[in-house]
């Protein structure tokens, strides 16, 4: 799968750094397969005969593969569990645990006052306590709620409309974004609009308008007039031909003409905005630039230069007229647009591609990246992170709660939360039927709880799920 326009032949078990490490002239995308996508057999000098059998080969090698990594996954769930057991044994073994690291300066001491002895004693407590609390049992309770499944390929990004409007947009690969009914978990609308990949999707902060950018190059805006009375869609764990597939697409209103087109780019755009007041939009590209929008006009007003590889991502302040954009050279950059004259500031603290940079509470910051981290930044000090998390695995589109709670999504399939002080909170499951089966693309807040959820993911497995997230405390 990528974010560039071409189509899919087959699925590439490879991460999404690899993915995107491809220049936007790639042919390979990974995802499935599906009819539309396969444009290199439409050739009128192939017979219909030619193409069946090519069909039923293709689909014989995507069956084979899908047994293949079913039976990987199975192993890495093998590995989690025992992991698991063998820190609950731990746990019950506290003679185990090795202090040595912690405390051997302090012993190797010499203790040549009583104020002294209290000094170390009162380390020696703390430190034993923070060793200890990492085996305390889980203070959230996480639970998976609702499935969203319809897309043909990955699902870049999954977004919450603004309060009151129960529902969720999805962008995805196979060229279209959905829009779904929270509560019912059914297909409301199809954009069909775009010619590549849909990367980003954001919903208007006060109107019914959508907001995608795509690997054709371009950002859309349209109009979400949504069918309340739908059939509910397929399960996710139904199998359908490809007739039933079309069937039941056919019954789900389908959009191909955005109410405005922003152009300006030569690479694939891989994320647009809006900015405080929805006046301008900022976007994103794999060109390096950053543009900055009238959504009026649709024209082009400022291009924002200044990286030096891909940009990956970009968001703004709630409130203020400040944006963030990521990159691939291992950067961000803060955008200030409060003034006539746009100032921008560089921020180094990645050894990796920047995968993501969101605002959050208290003035703050925080970035992704592919080196296995997560930095969160002050805003008005911002010459080194306050807090850093490392984790074991490329960490994706993260996304900050309004009570400052980070929901970190992975390559490795795993959705982990912190705070902002870098304090590990939960791990989301993860199992054959709970949680996702391939690497996490995007996780999402929501601004209140909807129907029980508050918590929204998606990725490569073409599924969108809705979780609770509860401190045990409230419950």
Not at 253 to 278: K, N
Request: charged share 25%; proline share 3%.
């Amino acid at each position: 799968m990528s974010l560039n326009n071409n189509t899919s032949i087959g699925k590439i078990p490879k991460s999404k750094r690899n993915v995107l490490n491809r220049p936007a002239s790639s042919s390979i995308l990974e995802g499935d397969f599906y009819l539309s996508s396969r444009l290199d057999m439409e050739n009128e000098s192939i017979t219909p005969t030619y193409k069946s059998k090519l069909f039923t080969l293709f689909k014989q090698i995507e069956k084979e593969f899908d047994m293949l990594y079913q039976e990987n996954q199975n192993l890495h769930d093998k590995i989690d569990l025992l992991n698991e057991k063998l820190e609950k044994e731990t746990y019950d073994k506290p003679d185990c645990i090795d202090f040595e690291n912690n405390i051997s300066k302090v012993l190797g001491k010499k203790l040549s006052s009583a104020s002294q002895k209290s000094k170390t004693a009162h380390k020696l407590k703390a430190q034993t306590s923070k060793i200890v609390s990492s085996f305390k049992t889980p203070s959230f309770n996480c639970t998976l709620v609702k499935d969203y499944s319809g897309h043909k390929d990955g699902v870049w990004e999954v977004s919450v409309a603004r309060p009151g409007v129960p529902v969720i947009g999805t962008a995805s690969a196979d060229h279209t974004a959905h829009i779904w009914g929270i509560e019912s978990t059914r297909n409301l609308l199809q954009y069909q609009g775009h010619s590549g990949s849909v990367n980003s999707i954001r919903f208007h902060p006060s109107k019914d308008l959508v907001l995608t950018g795509s690997g054709d190059c371009t950002a859309h805006i349209w109009q979400a007039v949504l069918n309340w009375d739908l059939p509910k869609g397929q399960s996710s764990e139904e199998e359908l031909d490809d007739e039933i597939e079309d069937r039941i697409d056919s019954k789900i209103p389908a959009l191909r003409t955005p109410v405005r087109e922003l152009f300006g780019h030569t690479g694939a755009v891989s994320a647009a905005e809006w900015i405080s007041g929805a006046e301008q939009i900022i976007t994103a590209s794999w060109d390096r630039l950053a543009i900055l929008h009238d959504v009026e006009t649709g024209t082009s007003l400022v291009q924002l230069a200044g990286h030096d590889q891909e940009l990956t991502h970009t968001a703004t302040h709630p409130t203020q007229k400040l944006a963030v954009t990521s990159s691939r050279d291992t950067t961000f950059r803060l955008w200030d647009f409060r003034e006539s004259v746009h100032s921008v500031s560089v921020f180094q603290g990645h050894v990796e591609s920047v995968t993501s940079v969101v605002f959050a509470k208290e003035e703050k910051v925080v970035s992704s990246s592919d080196d296995r981290s997560v930095k969160v930044w002050d805003l008005k000090n911002m010459r080194s992170p306050v807090a850093t998390i490392r984790l074991d695995s490329a960490v994706n589109r993260l996304s900050v709660s309004p009570n400052g709670f980070i929901a970190i999504p992975h390559d490795n399939r795993n959705i982990r939360l912190y705070d902002l002080t870098g304090q590990r909170l939960a791990r989301l499951p993860r199992s054959s039927r709970q949680g996702h089966n391939r690497m996490v693309a995007c996780a999402t807040w929501a601004d209140e709880v909807l129907n029980g959820i508050n918590l929204f993911t998606c990725g490569f497995d073409r599924r969108v799920l809705g979780w609770s997230i509860q401190s045990m405390k409230d419950l």
